[in-house]
């Protein structure tokens, strides 16, 4: 059964940072396609980050760009988004998800096969 798990969510003060993780299990993801999406209550799933099988290419929604880094670990099994200078804006619930077959980097969620459980980040003015 293929699993991914995030960690890393919490309460933080503007400007801080944070580290998000998410293990995946029962499958290895190192030649596929992998992403963060953020859902805040009442709007829409929206893409965050994604990246290639390989690091080589990233994605970055403007609202992010120059704060958030999108990183993975094939070894692990694992995907990473390093958050700096957090703003309330940032405040979501955050996913994690995967692709089962597309290796490019990937931007519609429709696209994607699965999916974490979500670990909030709450950012305080």
């Known amino acids: 059964q293929v699993q991914l798990v995030e960690s890393g969510g919490g309460l933080v003060r503007a400007g801080g940072s944070l580290r998000l993780s998410c293990a995946a299990s029962g499958r290895t993801f190192s030649g596929n396609s992998m992403g963060w999406f953020r859902q805040v209550p009442g709007k829409d799933l929206e893409i965050v980050a994604a990246?290639?099988?390989?690091?080589?290419?990233?994605y970055y929604t403007d609202s992010v760009k120059g704060r958030f880094i999108i990183s993975r670990d094939n070894a692990e099994n694992t995907l990473y988004l390093q958050m700096n200078s957090l703003k309330p804006e940032d405040t979501a619930v955050y996913y994690c998800?995967?692709?089962?077959?597309?290796?490019?980097?990937?931007?519609?969620?429709?696209?994607?096969?699965?999916w974490g459980q979500g670990t909030q980040v709450t950012v305080s003015s």
């Open positions: 998800a995967a692709a089962k077959y597309a290796s490019t980097v990937v931007l519609r969620s429709v696209s994607y096969d699965y």
């Open positions: 990246i290639n099988w390989n690091s080589d290419n990233r």
